[in-house]
């Protein structure tokens, strides 16, 4: 695993986002965080003795014209027991950004350095407090737009993915650790590994954990950077009024005549914790204006990239030769027919649109507001299967991990091959070698630089 640099530079960020605000936090790290803070900071005992762990009240000043830049509280967190296991002090402020600019400049002025994106993190990292599971459960915190998705972020926080792979490891180095014998005692082959055995155990604690993980991951991607639905139907079918239902707000126009959404609109929506991008879109029809035509094609391109597609009907009519055209337009798409105006008396029969093809249907009234939650079940269902078992096993790996743990199971793969076939042991060694290093990516024993630097990029500043 990379390590902190012997006597690194101090660091200083704003750690609150920016705008006014009650409080404002600066964070300095490193080795002159309490000298810095002894140089600005008077405090209103004179006897101060600056305990760790334990918030000081005073004012911060300017150390040549002796003026008052803010009343504070400030606090001083001795190593190793801080964010960053380096001496750390915190400044909190008013929360004016212009404050919190002036007392920034002034903890630059003392010689300390600005902090990149995600550094405070970073030498968490390093130095030993956090591992990589963890440091990027921190950034799933920041970035999170759902409940559910914080809980994820949470659990991998409390160590629920780092656990599990710790468990395989272990399994592999007490393997990797019988094949080393057999490599120095190859008379003894045969009494030092049973490869029956040994298959066992690889398909029982390394191979189906590994499987679980990666299905998981599926799941943990949807909850992290959720899904895009796009809504389309004819004009008038009623997309803007469900868009209205759906968001509980007047987003979007709703009038009778037809081609009144004119552009995309789009809103995020939570659906059972699933973030989504909900669009609504230009009613699609022939003969229309120029204006009408551009939002047309965007419409084609979102439905092109979305991950589900909502197809309205207007129940109240019979399916016209529009609809049917318009269907087998985005009938390459996942899909759900929403059958709106279940208030009034239907006419829509849908297998008259979709003869051979078995599209689930939802009737709703987005008028009245019935059928909205059934279809809101609907959708979530259809995009996540319906199963939430990554929330019983405590974790939900991201697309990082989930390379990682790609190439780790086809080592695994290798290694029963070899074992299956009666290989030499050097080979398994190699592939159970491997492995372990994969799965070492993961929680950052054997990251590289240039990943690490990718990761720590993705945090703001201040973290």
Not at 56 to 71: R, W
Not at 237 to 252: D, H, I, P, W, Y
Not at 267 to 274: F, N, Q, R, S
Not at 293 to 317: C, H, P, W, Y
Request: net charge negative.
């Amino acid at each position: 695993m990379p390590t902190a640099a012997a006597n690194q530079s101090t660091i200083a960020a704003i750690s609150t986002p920016p705008g006014s605000g009650g409080i404002g936090i600066i964070r300095i790290s490193g080795d002159q965080s309490l000298p810095v803070l002894k140089t600005l900071f008077t405090p209103q005992d004179p006897n101060c003795t600056y305990e760790s762990h334990k918030f000081h009240y005073g004012h911060i000043v300017h150390p040549a014209s002796g003026k008052i830049i803010d009343e504070i509280l400030a606090v001083y967190m001795q190593t190793p027991k801080s964010y960053t296991r380096e001496d750390v002090v915190e400044i909190h402020c008013h929360g004016s950004f212009l404050v919190l600019q002036n007392v920034l400049e002034l903890i630059l002025e003392q010689g300390v350095q600005l902090a990149e994106p995600g550094e405070f993190t970073k030498r968490a990292f390093l130095n030993g407090r956090i591992d990589l599971t963890k440091a990027e459960a921190v950034i799933d915190i920041l970035s999170a737009r759902t409940r559910k998705g914080v809980d994820i972020a949470q659990q991998q926080l409390s160590g629920s993915l780092y656990n599990r792979i710790d468990i395989i490891r272990k399994s592999l180095t007490h393997m990797r650790a019988l094949i080393e014998v057999a490599i120095d005692f190859p008379d003894e082959d045969i009494d030092i590994i049973d490869r029956e055995q040994l298959l066992k155990q690889l398909d029982n604690e390394v191979a189906v954990p590994i499987e679980r993980l990666l299905k998981n991951a599926d799941q943990g991607k949807i909850y992290r950077e959720g899904i895009s639905v796009v809504i389309t139907g004819l004009p008038n079918v009623g997309k803007s009024s469900l868009m209205n239902t759906l968001l509980q707000e007047e987003r979007a126009l709703v009038t009778e005549i037809p081609g009144t959404t004119r552009d995309t609109i789009e809103e995020c929506l939570d659906i059972h914790g699933m973030p989504v991008r909900l669009v609504d879109t230009a009613g699609i029809r022939d003969e229309v204006g120029k204006v009408e035509e551009l939002g047309i094609q965007r419409a084609m391109t979102l439905i092109n990239e979305a991950d589900l597609v909502l197809f309205m009907l207007d129940g109240s009519k019979a399916v016209s030769d529009g609809d049917k055209q318009l269907f087998h337009a985005v009938q390459h798409k996942p899909l759900l027919a929403v059958i709106n105006k279940s208030d009034l008396d239907s006419e829509c029969d849908i297998s008259s649109l979709t003869p051979d093809v078995n599209v689930q249907q939802i009737q709703i009234s987005a008028k009245h507001q019935q059928g909205i939650e059934g279809l809101k079940h609907a959708i979530f269902t259809r995009v996540t299967s319906g199963t939430d078992q990554w929330e019983e096993e405590g974790c939900a790996p991201n697309i990082r991990h989930k390379a990682a743990l790609t190439k780790a199971h086809e080592a695994c793969q290798h290694i029963q091959d070899a074992l299956s076939n009666n290989l030499t042991t050097d080979l398994i060694a190699v592939d159970l070698q491997e492995c372990l290093n994969h799965l070492g990516d993961i929680v950052g024993e054997t990251t590289t630089e240039d990943i690490l630097d990718v990761i720590f990029e993705q945090f703001c500043l201040g973290k």
